[in-house]
C-alpha cells in the first residue's frame, strides 16, 4: 500500500520530520468494518426512490433518483439505475468490498446519487470493475467513465468508443477493457479486443468471438459469452491470454451470469438447460433440464452443485454430473443473487426478500419485509 508522509507538529524545529504509514486498507472517509456490509438495493417498477436494505440490521434507507426505474444493475459498490431508454443513474450504495486474493477489506460509508447520464441511443449494457464503468448503447458506441472518479462523487468521461458493430461491449478487467468489436455497423460484432481507457488497442488481445453478450469477472479471470462458445481471458503476468471454451449446447444464453463474489464458477441458463463455467480451470459444462422453464440460474462455486430459478417460483439446487434434484423450495419470485453464505429473491407482491441458506437444502433463514414492493433487486456490499 501507498506511504503518506506527515509532518509531526511535534518536537524541536530541528527534528527531522516523521514518516507515519497509512494503515493498510486505509480509504479515506470510510469505515472498515470486520465483516461485509451487504444490502438489497431495490426499487419498485417506475419508482423514483433507490431502498437500501441493510443485511445486517434490517434497517432500511432511500436515495431520491431523478429518473423512473426501470432496470438496474450493480458492481458490487454501485447501482446503476436505469430508465429503459436513455438515461442512467449511478448510485454509491456506500458499501463494499475489496479483494486481495488473500484477504479481504470491508467497507462503509454514507451512501448518495453520484449523477445521472443520458445518451444518444438506449441503453443496452453496463460494466463496472476496478478502475473503469463502461456503458453501451444501441448505436454501437460505448462510454467509458473513471471510476474510481466515482468513488470520489464526480462522473468523468474517459472515452467514447465505436465498436463498428451493432454490440456495445466492454467489460472491464486487468486495468484493460474487453471491447467486442466488428467492421460492420449493422451486425454484431465477431471478436474481443484488449483497449486501454482511451479507446486504443493494446496489442496484447485479439479472439474471436460470434456475437458476444454476457460477462462475468471472476478470481480466474474474465468469462464472455459468444453465440456458440465462452471465451476465458486471463491476466498471467503481464500478459493478457485468451482461451475458447466451445459450448455443447448452441446459441449460448445472452443471459446474465449468476455467481457468488470471489469465486471462480459462474452459471446461466435458458428455458432447458444450465451452463456453468469455471474460470481457474477453463473448463465449460451444459446441464440439461426437462420439466422446467428456467429463468435464472446461480454458481455456489462449490464445484458440484448449481442453483436455478423457474417460471413458476421454484428454486432447485442440482447436482452438476448427474442433473438430479438435490433440493427445492417455493419462492414466489423472479431472480436470483447468491453471495458468499446466503441466496436472495424478492417477491415483489409481498414486499418480502427471501434469504434462503443455499448450503443448507435451500432452508428459508429469514423473510425480510421491506418498505415498498422491490421489482427490481439487487445486492451491493458482497
Known amino acids: 500500500m501507498g506511504v503518506a508522509l506527515i509532518l509531526s507538529a511535534c518536537g ?16 479515506a472517509g470510510a469505515e472498515e468494518l470486520p465483516e461485509a456490509q451487504s444490502a ?35 458492481d458490487g459498490r454501485f447501482v446503476y439505475v436505469g430508465d429503459g431508454d436513455r438515461a442512467l443513474e449511478v448510485v454509491d450504495a456506500g458499501v463494499w ?7 479481504v477489506h470491508y467497507y462503509r460509508a454514507p451512501a448518495r446519487s453520484v449523477g445521472a447520464l443520458t445518451f444518444d441511443a438506449p441503453i443496452t449494457a453496463v460494466a463496472g470493475f476496478e478502475a473503469h464503468t463502461t456503458i453501451g448503447t444501441a448505436d454501437g458506441k460505448i462510454t467509458v467513465l473513471d471510476r474510481r472518479d466515482l468513488e470520489a462523487g464526480k462522473v468523468t468521461r474517459l472515452a ?13 478487467y ?25 479507446g486504443e488497442p493494446t496489442g496484447d488481445l485479439e ?28 491476466l498471467e503476468g503481464e500478459k493478457l491470454n485468451a482461451k475458447a471454451l466451445p459450448s455443447p449446447r448452441t ?37 440439461p433440464v426437462t420439466g422446467r422453464q428456467l429463468v435464472a440460474a446461480a454458481s455456489p462455486a462449490d464445484g458440484s452443485t448449481v442453483l436455478a430459478l423457474d417460471s413458476t417460483g421454484t428454486l432447485v439446487s442440482y447436482d452438476l454430473e448427474t442433473g438430479k434434484v438435490l433440493a427445492q423450495t417455493s419462492v414466489p419470485a423472479a431472480n436470483l443473487t447468491l453471495d458468499i453464505d446466503r441466496a436472495y429473491l424478492a417477491e415483489p407482491a409481498a414486499r418480502i426478500i427471501h434469504e434462503i441458506d443455499y448450503r443448507d437444502g435451500l432452508r428459508t433463514a429469514r423473510k425480510l419485509r421491506v418498505a415498498e414492493q422491490p421489482d427490481l433487486a439487487v445486492e451491493v456490499g458482497r
Open 174 to 198: 486487468a486495468e484493460r477493457l474487453l471491447v467486442a468489436v466488428g467492421d460492420d455497423p449493422g451486425r454484431p460484432a465477431d471478436r474481443i479486443v484488449a483497449m486501454d481507457e482511451r
Open 160 to 172: 467514447a468508443i465505436d465498436s463498428g458493430s451493432s454490440t456495445a461491449l466492454a467489460v472491464p
Open 97 to 103: 468490498t475489496v479483494d486481495h486474493t488473500d484477504h
Open 40 to 74: 438489497i438495493a431495490y426499487v419498485t417498477r417506475g419508482g423514483e426512490r433507490l431502498h437500501l436494505l441493510d443485511l445486517i440490521s434490517g434497517s432500511e434507507g432511500e436515495i431520491g433518483l431523478s429518473l423512473g426505474a426501470e432496470r438496474i444493475s450493480e
Open 251 to 287: 446459441p449460448v444464453s445472452a443471459d446474465p451470469f449468476g455467481y457468488r463474489p470471489r469465486s471462480n464458477e459462474a452459471a446461466v441458463a435458458d428455458r432447458a438447460g444450465i451452463w456453468s463455467v469455471n474460470a481457474a480451470q477453463a473448463t465449460l459444462r451444459y446441464l
Open 207 to 234: 479472439v474471436p468471438c460470434a456475437a458476444p453478450r454476457g460477462w462475468a469477472v471472476l478470481r480466474g479471470g474474465a468469462v464472455i459469452t459468444c453465440e456458440n462458445s465462452l471465451v476465458r481471458v486471463k
Open 12 to 27: 524541536s524545529s530541528g527534528d527531522p520530520p516523521v514518516a507515519e504509514e497509512t494503515p493498510h486498507g486505509y480509504v
